[in-house]
């Protein structure tokens, strides 16, 4: 964290959270008084305030500047989509060729650490206040771990060595080296260890717009199987499954606001994501700003489902253009379906379950879980009797095309499981094996001399 960076998170929190400000961030409806209205003294006062401070904080999930620059750029960044125009930054995150001075890494990174400054906040702030009642000071504690969590998860896949900032004091953060991930990792784990202990199974408002129990335990198993911890990878995605609050839903479903699938959600006033208006043509006969990589659409088996639900196509000038289709809303169109941008869902746990048995040798319950979602999408099961090896690709199949462009899934996996130089060495021409991480924003690099730069920028 950075002394400018710190300056402003001080003035956000002694006077107005400034993230009410922001044009793309919106106050959750069920708050009252508005958070926007809060000054520094009273966001811990009673319950009704400081649930509004912590609501805000899942906003920035669900905004341009994370969202918007996150989505699309990172699968540019890897084999999923290629730009339909040639528009500077799309490019250059397609060619691998990310500048230092590029807007979208400084605003990912700027608004993770915004995140994690106001976590860390609460977690100061929240023991001292006695007008929050007890209950809701540990439902508030489990979140803004969970939360910390989650953007340390984004910095650290991205960027590598980052500052753990687990202060709000100035002196302490302006210039923190870039620690190591392993040592991210561990916090990750204690934090989401922490929220799963702290918050009830049940969601705290209606809709799942706030983290429970199921969301830190979710979390968590994406962040054992990340680490090789196989054992509570599979312990974890049983809980979650095992909780009987999730079911796999259709396939046209799965996106729709408070499906039975997902697990957490951004919520939004508007009915329809971001990324949805991203992903889908503006109007009729318009090309859409991203189509599907030709790799990823051929990844798709015949007769698979998810091929005709979760991609359309348009026809412009004789070409024809795939585009992501699992958020089908770019506007308010009054039809009753609303979309709210999904952080964590069903389907994935049954895969990380799966990678974590066939890991332990477990292969037949492996198979199980890989069938539970080719089933769903019409396709049919893979057989028993596979070698540890074929089943372990076939996950990998299954993830691609099961998680494609949602948060950063595919680049992601193929950097965990070492595949990643020699898939995108042979689809992207100018991809080096640096480009597994983003470069330091250069703007940070200025604020503090303690951090340096990734190899390859």
Not at 110 to 130: V, W
Not at 194 to 223: F, H, V
Not at 415 to 423: L, S, Y
Request: with cysteine; hydrophobic share 35%.
């Amino acid at each position: 964290m950075k002394k400018k960076t710190i300056a402003l998170y001080l003035l956000m929190a002694s006077g107005v959270l400034s993230m009410m400000t922001m044009p793309s961030c919106k106050k959750l409806i069920q708050i009252d008084p508005p958070a926007s209205q809060l000054t520094g003294d009273k966001v811990y006062a009673d319950d009704n305030s400081a649930i509004g401070a912590v609501s805000n904080i899942y906003t920035w999930f669900e905004n341009y500047d994370l969202e918007g620059n996150l989505m699309p750029y990172v699968s540019l960044y890897v084999d999923e989509i290629y730009p339909t125009t040639a528009d500077e930054e799309s490019m250059m995150y397609y060619n691998n060729a990310i500048s230092v001075d590029d807007y979208s890494i400084s605003n990912v990174w700027k608004y993770a650490y915004f995140i994690i400054y106001e976590s860390n906040a609460m977690l100061e702030n929240l023991p001292a206040s006695t007008g929050i009642t007890p209950a809701v000071k540990m439902q508030l504690e489990g979140e803004a771990k969970f939360l910390r969590a989650y953007a340390y998860y984004f910095l650290i896949n991205l960027y590598g060595n980052v500052p753990l900032v687990l202060s709000t004091n100035v002196k302490e953060t302006a210039s923190l080296p870039g620690d190591s991930t392993s040592d991210i990792y561990k916090q990750i784990v204690q934090d989401l260890s922490d929220a799963e202990t702290d918050l009830p199974e049940a969601y705290p408002t209606q809709g799942k717009t706030r983290a429970n129990k199921w969301c830190a335990a979710s979390l968590l198993a994406r962040i054992y199987l990340y680490t090789g911890d196989w054992k509570d990878a599979e312990a974890q995605s049983t809980e979650v499954i095992n909780s009987g609050q999730y079911k796999l839903d259709s396939l046209d479903e799965v996106f729709a606001s408070n499906s039975k699938e997902t697990i957490l959600e951004c919520w939004n006033q508007n009915g329809y994501t971001i990324t949805g208006s991203t992903y889908l043509p503006g109007s009729a006969g318009e090309a859409p700003l991203y189509a599907i990589d030709t790799s990823l659409l051929n990844a798709f088996e015949p007769g698979d489902r998810r091929k005709t639900e979760w991609l359309d196509s348009v026809v412009i000038s004789g070409s024809v253009y795939y585009y992501p289709y699992k958020y089908q809303l770019n506007s308010n169109t009054g039809g009753g379906r609303t979309e709210y941008t999904v952080l964590l869902r069903l389907g994935e746990q049954y895969l990380i379950r799966a990678e974590a048995r066939a890991q332990q040798n477990n292969l037949t319950e492996a198979v199980a879980d890989l069938n539970t979602i080719r089933t769903r999408a019409g396709l049919k099961e893979l057989p028993t009797g596979l070698s540890q090896k074929e089943i372990l690709a076939a996950i990998a199949q299954e993830r691609r095309v099961e998680l494609f462009t949602e948060w950063g899934h595919r680049f992601f996996d193929l950097k965990r499981t070492g595949q990643i130089d020699a898939v995108l060495g042979t689809s992207k021409p100018f991809w080096k094996t640096t480009d597994q991480l983003y470069p330091i924003p250069q703007n940070e690099l200025n604020k503090n001399p303690n951090l340096k730069q990734n190899e390859g920028y």
